[in-house]
């Protein structure tokens, strides 16, 4: 099974608009991180933003905001007031556990691919 | 320095030649993690360092591929008998211990002609 699915490969957004990208997520660790990263076309990855799977509120950083519905196990990520630079794929990943001596790799998703339209 | 340093940032390389491929990490951060990504597809895990020992390399394909990090800071990966398959960006990130973030280099892209 998937640990992380992103079921839009590609979504169009007129600029300054909101957005919702959709992730979903497979883990039976009651300990886990989720996370929202931004690779534009140069291909550098950008950390958007983190939510732990005990936090109580939904995480937001600026324009980003992550609505996490836990018992759905999903963790979408809603762009606000889009930005003709925020046309580029989006990962959601995972990482289970908090012991960091054990293997905790990071699980990706296949992606999604904004693009904002003036 | 600043960020995570990934060198080549481009190889091309002959099927069959050996290739190494080197990922300096953001200082203090004792996890590194290696990943390949296809054109179009998400990071796909390769292999996973704790200080100098590979804590989970489950994602390594096959034998051909093997990665070190001998004093627990650089970390090398290597690629025997390279296949044009093996054409991939092959991304470098380092972290804290959880829930810090990854935190990416720029990635070698590796081309196998």
């Known amino acids: 099974a998937q640990k992380i699915t992103q079921t839009q490969p590609g979504m169009f957004v007129q600029e300054k608009e909101a957005v919702t990208l959709d992730c979903t997520y497979d883990t039976s660790d009651p300990s886990y991180g989720l996370f929202w990263y931004k690779q534009p076309s140069s291909g550098e990855m950008i950390f958007l933003i983190y939510q732990g799977s005990y936090d109580q509120q939904n995480a937001t950083e600026g324009r980003y905001s992550l609505n996490f519905q836990k018992a759905r196990k999903s963790a979408n990520l809603v762009i606000s007031a889009s930005q003709l630079g925020d046309s580029a794929m989006y990962f959601c990943a995972m990482r289970e556990g908090r012991n960091p001596w054990t293997g905790n790799q990071f699980y990706f998703g296949t992606g999604t691919s904004l693009t904002v339209i003036p | 320095g600043a960020g995570v340093s990934q060198t080549p940032s481009n190889k091309v390389t002959e099927k069959g030649k050996y290739v190494e491929l080197r990922c300096d990490p953001i200082s203090g951060h004792t996890a590194l993690y290696w990943y390949r990504q296809s054109l179009g597809q998400g990071p796909e895990f390769l292999i996973y360092?704790?200080?100098?020992?590979?804590?989970?390399d489950s994602g390594l394909p096959n034998d051909r591929f093997f990665a070190v990090r001998p004093e627990g800071s650089v970390s090398t990966l290597k690629i025997q008998r390279t296949e044009r398959g093996d054409s991939a960006v092959y991304l470098c990130?380092?972290?804290?211990?959880?829930?810090?973030?990854?935190?990416f280099g720029n990635g070698t892209r590796l081309t196998v002609t």
């Open positions: 360092f704790q200080g100098t020992g590979a804590a989970d």
């Open positions: 990130a380092s972290s804290f211990p959880p829930p810090s973030p990854l935190h």
